[in-house]
């Protein structure tokens, strides 16, 4: 007999024994026990029935025996009255009914078993694409649009689920999340709320030197925000993640010459706020305009007490006129004698434009057609009449072609070639193009790039006919290996500059005495080197008392960029060494100084690709002491980094 039959047994002898006892004759009848095993059972709350009355709640697998017992011949029934939760279970009874005999029922047999559920869900607010759910470690869940998503297969009741947004929508960007991602399945299918809202983000910065009124901020030409004082500024609208944002000054303030540039002005928005637009305002005292190889003209305000630049945007398009295709490729900005008017020299279209300066702005505006110097000519290089009556320009073909110019309105117009050269230059690396101060003479450069033999650089000097523009060749000489010259403004020197001296790392810088009656220029006997500079550029300041030097990278190490300051020799021109060289952010390919002789303005030719150490500027100014020993040596950078468009540089010009 088993152990949990004998222990039944034990149990009915022992609970109705008393039928037989106290010697009576009246017989009752035996009752028994009902019970059986439970198996499977992990959670609470399971009670069973006998009947449809006796209740009995099961804790635990193992034996169960129903309290009441029935007599022989009686029906039974055993059912699952309440099913277990935590876990939520389904219990089954077998051998569920019968009719009592004369012992107990021990055959009853309750298997439970653990439920599962589906994790289901809705998405609300989807209008991008690419999002992707995830329960678990599971496989992503594709979701392509609003509506209901389930999770394929089941968990059982009693786990952990854990949804997650594995990829979120793009095209536009969103961001999705999920209302009770985590918790545990319960006793039915699992819901979750997944709402996506779009990824937005702000504009702003920083104003600071704003004194006037009237400022008005514009973001991509449309929404107008007015500011009045310094401090940080928002756009109230906000813009979806990956769209353009493009922050112009709408309107600057009503005082004259007060003017606000833009530095980080434009981007691609991402998750983070856009926070460092750069808003730089200030009373100017100049301009500075820049043109590129793609044919753009920019301009900078010169802040009056820093000498700081202030990026204005562009300066063809401020004025409704932009330069396009009919005169791509700026190599020469020439500013007339009177600073009303601009001039951009253009190729690859052998072009010249005419632009006003407007003098509270800065802005230009188209003057006349542009005008041709011939058919492929490539001009290079030109310079203005100090009587504001002529334009010469030199083409890459060697000649020199004379355009007159409107004294009213400042238009051009084309005269002439006045005078050719056997040699035909093939890449312009400095200027080719001078006249005297007094206006009287016209140095002409010209030579083969790459190429120092056949034929040699030469310098011509031409005399100017004053009333008609004509030249008449005065002298030739060889000019060493030059790429470049410069006048003084005192019209006694003319310099030569070899960009790289043959045999050297230093560039060569070669002075020549004018003569004031003749035109003729002398060379003298003191060459200046430059260590480690290519000399691109030179400028000497109003006074004729200094020289500076720009050196471009010939080794494409920052040390290379940097001006060089000089004292010039009254007498012969020489130049000595004056004070330190000063570095320049980025490479910096031209250079300008105001007629105060106050700063000495570079702008950078492109980003610094193998100087990944150096930050990206459009220019930077440097301030030139004006008095005592260091008078002329350039104390440093005045405003070391104006950040604005990012663009080549290929010309440079100043106007008060």
């Known amino acids: 007999m088993r152990k949990q039959e004998q222990w039944l047994a034990l149990l009915v002898s022992a609970a109705f024994l008393g039928g037989c006892s106290g010697g009576s004759n009246d017989a009752t009848p035996l009752s028994s026990l009902v019970g059986g095993a439970v198996s499977g059972l992990a959670g609470s709350g399971l009670i069973l029935s006998l009947n449809g009355g006796a209740d009995l709640a099961v804790g635990a697998n193992g034996t169960f025996i129903f309290a009441t017992g029935l007599t022989s011949g009686t029906g039974y029934t055993v059912s699952v009255k309440t099913q277990p939760v935590v876990p939520h279970q389904t219990c089954l009874v077998t051998n569920a009914t019968g009719t009592m005999g004369d012992s107990a029922v021990s055959s009853i047999s309750v298997a439970c078993t653990t439920n599962s559920y589906v994790v289901r869900g809705t998405v609300a607010g989807l209008v991008g694409s690419g999002l992707e759910l995830r329960l678990g470690s599971s496989l992503p869940l594709k979701v392509a649009a609003n509506g209901d998503f389930t999770f394929p297969g089941q968990l059982a009741s009693g786990s952990n689920y854990d949804v997650t ?148 945007g562009f300066a063809a398009s401020d004025a409704g006129d932009g330069i396009s295709s009919t005169n791509r490729g700026i190599s020469s900005l020439i500013v007339a004698p009177n600073g009303a008017v601009l001039y951009a020299v253009g190729r690859p279209t052998s072009t010249v434009r005419a632009f006003s300066i407007e003098p509270s702005t800065g802005a230009l505006r188209a003057v006349g057609a542009p005008v041709t110097t011939g058919v492929d000519a490539l001009p290079d290089h030109g310079v203005v009449h100090p009587s504001g009556k002529f334009l010469y320009v030199f083409n890459r073909t060697g000649k020199v072609v004379l355009l007159s110019i409107d004294p009213a309105t400042g238009a051009l117009q084309y005269e002439r070639e006045v005078a050719a050269s056997a040699a035909v230059t093939t890449y312009s690396f400095g200027e080719h193009l001078a006249v005297s101060p007094n206006g009287s003479y016209l140095y002409v450069l010209t030579y083969v ?208």
């Open 449 to 656: 790039h790459h190429d120092l033999t056949t034929p040699r650089p030469s310098l011509t000097t031409y005399a100017i006919n004053s009333t008609s523009g004509s030249l008449v060749e005065v002298a030739t000489i060889d000019a060493q290996n030059a790429r470049g010259l410069t006048i003084d403004p005192l019209g006694r020197f003319l310099y030569l500059r070899d960009p790289i001296s043959p045999g050297t790392p230093n560039a060569a810088v070669y002075p020549y005495s004018i003569n004031p009656t003749t035109g003729a220029v002398t060379p003298n006997s003191v060459v200046t080197r430059v260590p480690g500079s290519t000399g691109i550029d030179m400028v000497v300041d109003p006074s004729g008392r200094y020289a500076y030097i720009l050196g471009k990278e010939t080794t494409f190490s920052a040390i290379n960029q940097r001006i060089d300051a000089f004292a010039i020799d009254s007498s012969s021109g020489a130049l000595t060494a004056h004070g330190a060289g000063v570095l320049t952010p980025g490479f910096a390919s031209r250079m300008v100084m105001d007629s105060g002789g106050r700063f000495v303005f570079a702008i950078n030719r492109e980003p610094a690709p193998y100087v990944t150490s150096q930050v990206w500027c459009d220019g930077s100014t440097f301030a030139v002491s004006g008095a005592g020993p260091t008078e002329g040596q350039i104390l440093g950078a005045g405003n070391a980094c104006s950040i604005g468009f990012e663009d080549t540089t290929s010309a440079i010009a100043f106007v008060d």
């Open 165 to 312: 947004v594995f990829r979120q929508p793009q095209s536009p960007f969103q961001t999705c999340v999920a209302a009770n991602p985590t918790g545990v399945i319960g006793g039915s299918d699992t819901n979750i709320a997944v709402t996506c809202t779009m990824d937005i983000f702000s504009v702003g910065g920083t104003v600071t030197g704003l004194t006037g009124l009237g400022l008005v901020l514009q973001l991509n030409g449309g929404q107008d925000l007015p500011v009045s004082v310094d401090g940080t500024f928002v756009f109230p609208d906000r813009l979806p993640r990956g769209s353009q944002y493009t922050v112009t000054i709408a309107s600057q303030t009503s005082t004259y010459r007060e003017l606000c540039g833009v530095g980080a002005a434009s981007g691609t928005g991402g998750a983070a706020n856009i926070t460092n637009v750069e808003i730089a305002c200030g009373v100017v005292s100049g301009f500075v305009y820049r043109g590129d190889y793609a044919g753009t003209i920019f301009k900078y305000g010169i802040h009056s007490t820093t000498g700081a630049l202030l990026p204005l």
